[in-house]
């Protein structure tokens, strides 16, 4: 019996080795991962600035191009 419970006692040790294995490797695969994350949404956020410049450019552009024309026409 003794015996018996010894031979348990060793499955649960390892069993238990191997899950604290697994969630180690499981932590180092997210932390990786939310790395991976956070480098993406910085990239995705300086893109998206970019193109707001961009926007804000070109409204510029046509608010200028607008205010020439109507100047135009007030002078005809």
Same mark, same amino acid.
């Given at each position: 019996?003794?015996?018996? +419970? ?8 390892? +069993? ?38 961009? +926007? ?21």
């Amino acid at each position: 019996m003794v015996k018996f +419970i010894s031979k348990i006692h060793i499955k649960n040790v390892e +069993i238990q080795k191997l899950v604290d294995e697994n969630k180690s490797d499981l932590n180092s695969k997210l932390h990786d991962f939310e790395i991976e994350l956070s480098k993406k949404r910085e990239l995705f956020d300086e893109e998206q600035k970019g193109k707001l410049v961009s +926007i804000e450019e070109m409204d510029s552009e046509i608010k200028q191009k607008e205010e020439s024309r109507k100047r135009a026409c007030r002078t005809y």
